[in-house]
């Protein structure tokens, strides 16, 4: 059974950082897609970044690419969002998600099989 748990959101003023952790159990890195959605209120999911297995290819959507960095470590089995130069509009409540199998880019993140509870991340100017 998958089961995601993130960790690390909070507070902070515009221009720090945050480094989320997601926890995963019942997936293996070699074989599932993982990757960071967000969604604010009232507004669309959006793909953050994702890591491609096997190869750890990461992709990121354009509105973070440069400031975000996905990671994951295999022995931990814990994946990563570190979040630099945050912006207001970073401000989302922020979901890890894992999929079996190969997708390439982070749009297509919102739609993995499973997600975790989200964590809420603010970002005030």
């Known amino acids: 059974q998958v089961q995601l748990v993130e960790s690390g959101g909070g507070s902070v003023q515009a221009g720090g950082s945050l480094r989320l952790s997601c926890a995963a159990s019942?997936?293996?890195?070699?074989?599932?897609?993982m990757g960071w959605f967000r969604q604010a209120p009232g507004k669309e999911r959006e793909g953050v970044a994702s890591?491609?297995?096997?190869?750890?290819?990461?992709y990121y959507a354009d509105s973070v690419k440069g400031r975000f960095t996905i990671s994951q470590d295999s022995a931990k089995f814990t994946v990563y969002l570190q979040m630099n130069s945050l912006k207001p509009e970073d401000t989302a409540m922020y979901y890890c998600?894992?999929?079996?199998?190969?997708?390439?880019?982070?749009?297509?993140?919102?739609?993995?099989?499973?997600r975790g509870q989200g964590t809420q991340v603010t970002v005030s100017s």
């Open positions: 998600a894992a999929h079996r199998g190969v997708y390439v880019g982070a749009t297509s993140v919102p739609d993995f099989n499973y």
């Open positions: 890591i491609r297995p096997g190869s750890g290819r990461t």
């Open positions: 019942g997936v293996t890195f070699s074989s599932y897609s």
